[in-house]
Every structure is written in C-alpha cells, then in structure tokens.
C-alpha cells in the first residue's frame, strides 16, 4: 500500500514503513513554545453602549467583579473551573492577497458577515488545508488572514467590525484554541487554548463588538476532587426514554485488570474576552462536569446570557441572569447545529430551537419576564415529519430564517417577528426561498435584507451563497463552480431515496449511488457506508469518497441505522444501551435491501465506516462474519471499555447516555464491543486512523488489527499524520480515499 511522508501503513506483519520527516512550511507558525512577537493594540475607540457585565466596563456590577476576581484556578474542594485565559499577541501570518491554489475544487462554508454585510469571513481549504480567508461578496479579492497548518473549525465577525475571531485546532488534533484578528490580516492574537492539555471553543459576540465568549476545558489536572459521589445525576437532566442512564459527574480510566475505574476530568467554564486585551475575563458560568458548554447569545443590555448544554440527547437551553449568574430558565433542546437560538432586541422573547415534547425540533416563542424567568411558551413554526435544523436572526432581531431538514434535503423559509405586547412575540407567514442546491449547512446574517448561506449538494462542493431576503440565491465568485467539482468526463453521480423496513419493523432509509456504466439490473460490487454520530445523518450531498468508489465500479448504499438523526427523536434514541443490538442487525437488513433493490451482488459486498460508523463496520464484521467479504473501519471504537478509557473525559459524559455506564453496565459493553468477538471475524479489514485522535484514540484500530493478524487474517492499518478525528488535510484525505478505494477494488472485483 502506498503512503507519504506524512504517514504510515502498519503492514501484515506489523511492521511500519519507515519515511522521511515532511519539510516545514515556510509559512509555518513559530516552534511551540517560542516568544510571542509583541504587538501594541490601539485602544478601542469611544462610543456605543458597554453591557454592564462586558470586560470592557469600568464600572462592572459587583458579581461581574466578583466573578472576575474569582476567574484564576479553583480552590482544591471548589468547582471545577478552567483558569481565565490571557490574551497572547502572535506574529502576523497573513498570506498573499492571491494565494497560490492548489486546489481547483475547493469548498468554502462557515461564512461570517462583516456588519454591513460587504465583506464575509469564511473557511477555505483552496491551499489544501481548512483555512480563514476574508473578501468582498460579490468580488473575487480574497485575502488569506492566516496562513498557519493549523485547520480552521469556526469564524464569527465582530458585530463592530473591528475583530474576526476564529478556532483553530493544532496539528489538526481534536484540541482546539480560540484567536482573533484585524480583518486586514493584522493584530493577529491567541485569546484561549495555550495550553496544550486544554481546550477552548467559540462562542457568540457582545452586541457592541466589546467582549467575545469563549468556553475553556481545564486540563484533567485542574478538576477539584470530592465534589459529589461519582454517579449522581444532575437533578436539572431528566431522562427521556430509553434503555441507559445518564451520568452526571463520571469520567474515566481502567484499572487493574481491565476493571473501569474513574480518572479526574476537566471542568468547563465560560468567560467573556475583551479581544483588545483592556479588561481581564468576565466569567460568565462554570459546569464541572458538563460535556458541552456553549455562550449562543447575550442580550443586547448585558442581562442576560443563552447558554447550550448538556450531554448528546440531552442537550438544553439555559438563560443565564449575568448580574448573579442565576439560572432563571432551561428547556431541553434538539441536537445538530449548536447555535440554539438568539434574543428580541427587548430580551422579551427567546427564539429557541427546540424537541421539548416533540418528535421534531421547532422554532419556540418564549416569553421572559425582566428577571429572565418563564412567562409563557408558544411553538410558532413546525413541521409535522421534518425538523427545524438551522435557526438564524437578523440583525435587526425581526426577521428568522428557517432551515428545515426534508428527508436529508433542506428547505429554508423566512418569517418575520412582531413584538407579542405581553406574549411571546408572534410570526408572520413563511416565506420559502428556493436553493439551487439540496443542503443548507450554515446561515448568517448580512447587513440589512442580506443573508449569506452555506449550501453543498450531490453535484457540487461546499459553497457560499448570498442574496437579499426573498431574492434567487448568487454564488460567490470565490466559490467553486458546480462543473470544478470533478475532473471532465465523470459526472457526480446523483444518488437516490430507498426505503425498507428493518427485521423489527422500523422504518429505515438510505441514499443509494449506482456505479455510472453498468447495466440496471446487473449486479456490482457494493460498499454499505455507515455514518458516524451516532446522531449524524447521510446527507445527499458530493462525498468525494463516494466519487472515488464510484469511478472503480463499485455501487454505494448509505443507509440511516436507528440512532440517526433526522428521523425524530423516537428514532435516535432506538439504540440506546441494549437496543444497539438492533442497529448492528440494521446493517444486516440494510445490506439485504442493497441486495433485493440495488440490485447488489451478495457474494460482493463490502462495509465501511468512520468514527461510530468505524465501530459499527468492527461490529458488523464479528456479527455478520459471512455477510462481508470485506470492511474498511476509519477511527472505530473496538472495545467500548478501553474507549471510555482513552477518550476525553466530556465525550465519555456524552458518550455514557449512548453507550451505557462503564462500570454499571460493564457487562453490556463488554457484549457490544467487536473485540468481544474477535474470534469470529473472517473477512480482511483496513483500519485507518488520525494520530492525533483524543476523541477515539488510535489504540482501539491497533488493538483490533494485531488481534486480526494473531487470529490469521489479513489486516493493515493506516495512520494519518497530523489529523485528529476528522480529516482536514487535501493531502491525507487523498491518500486515505485512495487507500480505501484500491483496498475495496482488490477485494471485491470479479475472481
């Protein structure tokens, strides 16, 4: 098998090819650990009102002061609470107004708009690597704002204009940091996330531009001890249906023997930044235990913060009074896109994405008093079989736009918001807006009457679009175009809906994609591609390892096992604790259909997955061993107790609600780990894996790949240099495609 100098393949006898180190860019960022280069700031300029809790007041109310006094270190047998990051100014690393592109077809998605709505900040990878670029809408002058290897993950515009504050994960690892920078390409600075063991994440800006919040993870180290017994439940969570118990305050590590035992975790803690660096931290909320911690909105008065937390399916909504940092208001909320929901301009009414008591998320009206707490509650936009997938305000705070998730397709309308004179503010009627394209990823406000919208579909690339409310959709000029989404002569191939029923009854669909050239009903080798999350959802949208599989004549069946998303809540939480069962026998009636309705040669078929789709592609292998002639499993869990060992300890807060309890259910995870069965595994296998994966460590494909090879069967691993557990770089994810393509093409081609 084929590699470069950025990575290795793991061969049959389990010795690794030795290569060249890689040469360091010259564009690269200064050694870890190197002196800043200063960089004096001007002060931020007079005018417009300071939130009363923002880091910019001089006359910050007393709990603002006393959390800013209580922003260092926590005490031993305190709360656990990240350290308030400082600002660290950087060298500029801008690059060239008109970079070298290295890729034809490059995506664009993440868009963030200037304040008037001329300028949008977005991420690029036309250098090959995920990267922060900035330009005019409907102008091709981008410039490059920073043009470090670290992959760009989000981007939000100061609403003055002033800061374009950005995260980056070094190394392409799964920490991430928090930066900020001039929109000129100057002033570039590190907000939060030196330190190696932690990690800080993005959330919304103050109204007036003065504060950015950013959510920082402790490192392990930092978490106090004795601060509650090791399985209580937060009594605010209360569980919805289903076979496993959530788990509030439980983190870790495996003892002697293999027996779980609990490792210290981090806290997560919120703070509000002054990206000018004239005012220390506001800390804003603290969760010791909390998987996710996320500032979506602050009222335009400082009164009150929108914070999103909470474990996978059980994510909520909680409005913070900032003057106490009392929490006058939660309501369970839908997973999927984090951006929850935003205030009126009165801070009267919260516009919530929300399932609360429902299959599908809606877009919510709720009344608050002047303290913040509940008034009343109204559902003022829903659909009957479909959910609310993306909720974005304008900024004038009157008008919603509206993503609604079709059966994997989006549909976006947008309605317009009148004050409710005492009720929960009242919408107009909905206003569709037709898209060229299947997916809406991203929605961003642009100035007045202008939205900026990322869309992807099954014949193109990640793109960014505008238009004024109501008007077709432009592309950006810096987009790509639909015809550079592939070489000439093989067009994406447009996959199609195909429905079944599994063993139990339960409704299932999936996209099938037929290799170009061959015959309707003449049989071909197919890969069953399973999805990760669990909670994500196959999408029908240009999947450029679909088009590598494609080009070699295999068909591809991407199917929704129980536990996806997009199909209700009902559905994602089927494979909770035991009924995960069921979903392995899900890929087993998914690859029948792929057989009976492909059509699908039985003697030829393959499964392959990434993260929980890796683990279900180890399942699915020991399960079904005569079922797969062979599988490609991409960063898999293989055993569910050396996972929760391994992964950090949030996503294991996450991860207990999916999987079970590492020490009450012990056995049930032992059951539902593929090493488990490691005995009745017959088909070859490629695993493939990022170095730096913190979320699934790489040991869980060495550990079932040396298992293999003892038990005699063919079995190679491939490890991705500088990636995490997504794979950011042009290169890496050529190789990989490549690797996987010639891996199913050689086990599966006619004998």
Known sequence: MAADARNHVTGQHGTRTPHAAAPASAQGPPARGAAPVAAQEPARAAGGP??????????????AQEHARAAGPAPAQGPARAAAPASMPLPEAEGPRDAVTRLHAHGCWYPSAAPDGTEVAFICDRGGVPQLWAGPVDGEGIRLLDSSPDPVKEVSWSPDGRWIAYTTAPGGGEHSRVLCVRPEGTGRRLLAGADPDSSAYLGCWAHDGSAVAVTLAAPPTARARGDGPADAVPARWTARDGRATLLGTTAYAVGPGGTPATRPGGGLSAYLIDPDGLASPVLLATEPDAPTL??????????????????????????????????????PVADGDPWIGRFSPDARTLWLRSDADREYAALFAVALGTDGTLRGRTVVAEREDSGLELLAMAHDGRTAVLAWNVRGAGELEVVETSPGHGAPDAAGPARPVPLPHEVVTRVAAAGTGRLLLALSGSQRRPGVWWAHEGVSLLRTPWSS??????????PPVRPVLSRLAARDGLPLSGWYYRAPGRAPNEPAPCVIHLHGGPEDQERPVFDPLYHELLGRGLDVFAP????????GRSFVDADLGAGRFAALDDVADCAAHAVTAGPADPTRLAVMGRSYGGYLTFASLVWHPDLFRTGVAVCGMSDLLTFFAGTEPWIAESAAHKYGHPERDRELLHTLSPMSRIDALRAPLLAVHGEHDT??????SEQFVRAARERGVPAELLVLRDEGHDFLRADNRRLFRRTAADWMERHLHPF
């Not at 602050?298 to 474990?311: Q, T």
């Open 695 to 700: 979320n699934v460590p790489p040991g869980e």
């Open 481 to 490: 175009r639909d015809e550079d989404a592939v070489p000439p002569g093989r």
């Open 50 to 63: 300071v939130p009363a809790h923002g880091p910019a007041s001089a006359t910050a109310s007393a709990p």
């Open 294 to 331: 996320r500032v979506c909105d602050l009222s335009r008065d400082g009164r009150l913060a929108l914070l999103r937390r909470g474990p996978r399916g059980r994510r909520e909504a909680v409005v913070l009074r900032t003057s106490d940092a009392a929490t006058t208001f939660t309501l």
């Open 560 to 567: 929704d096992v129980r536990g996806s998303g997009g199909h």
